[in-house]
């Protein structure tokens, strides 16, 4: 289990604190985008280079979501916080929808990757490409919003960096009352 801290809860799937599936999603997240720019590139070109290059990413970035995707599942599984959170719900569904969506697009592309780009290739990578924004905004807010991989600082200097600050503007922005304005 994931242990609460202060900031958050630690991720189980780590190595020395540090969350895998942190580290690993940035290489299904740029294999996937990279397809979408060298389709981008064949359009402009028709060089047959770049729809050869987007196939390979688009394999690529399979392969490595699916890597990425264990340890994932792993906290989701191993954490109930995790799985009380309907955004992680969401950014599971999403990834999904995107890997099946690169799928089919390897599968348009198969006999010729030319062809399966200037056909529905193109729009299957912009579209996968737009949900994989929406998705790694969403595993930001796991990470950054609840605290989700977290590494818990046992350092007895790390308190003195944690500070809490009244700022009435800020809740004010938000319709809400802050501390001070509370007494």
Same mark, same amino acid.
């Given at each position: 289990m994931g242990r609460y801290h202060r900031h958050g809860v630690q991720s189980t799937a780590a190595i020395a604190g540090h969350p895998l599936h942190h580290m690993l999603i940035v290489f299904p997240v740029a294999f996937l985008i990279g397809a979408f720019g060298t389709d981008?590139?064949?359009?402009?070109? /028709?060089?047959?280079?770049? #729809?050869?290059? $987007?196939? &390979?990413?688009?394999? %690529?970035?399979?392969?490595? #979501?699916?890597? #990425?995707?264990?340890?994932?599942?792993? @906290?989701?599984?191993?954490? @109930? *916080?995790? *799985?009380?959170? &309907?955004? $992680?719900?969401?950014?599971?569904? #999403?990834?999904?929808?995107?890997? %099946?969506?690169?799928?089919?697009? +390897? =599968?348009? *592309?198969? @006999? @010729?990757?030319?062809? =399966? +780009? /200037?056909? &529905?290739?193109? &729009?299957? $990578?912009g579209f996968q490409t737009a949900l994989l924004f929406f998705s790694g905004w969403l595993g930001g807010e796991l990470a950054y919003r609840y605290g989700i991989g977290a590494i818990q600082d046992y350092s007895p200097k790390a308190e003195q960096f944690h500070v809490e600050v009244d700022r009435p503007d800020v809740a004010a922005q938000y319709g809400r009352r802050s501390g001070s304005d509370r007494l």
């Open positions: 981008i590139a064949f359009i402009v070109t /028709q060089d047959p280079f770049w #729809a050869q290059g $987007s196939y &390979w990413l688009l394999i %690529a970035g399979i392969v490595t #979501a699916l890597v #990425a995707a264990v340890p994932g599942m792993i @906290d989701f599984v191993t954490i @109930d *916080r995790v *799985r009380n959170i &309907w955004v $992680s719900w969401a950014h599971m569904v #999403a990834n999904l929808v995107v890997v %099946a969506l690169a799928l089919v697009n +390897v =599968g348009v *592309r198969l @006999d @010729d990757p030319a062809a =399966g +780009v /200037q056909g &529905w290739g193109i &729009w299957l $990578s």
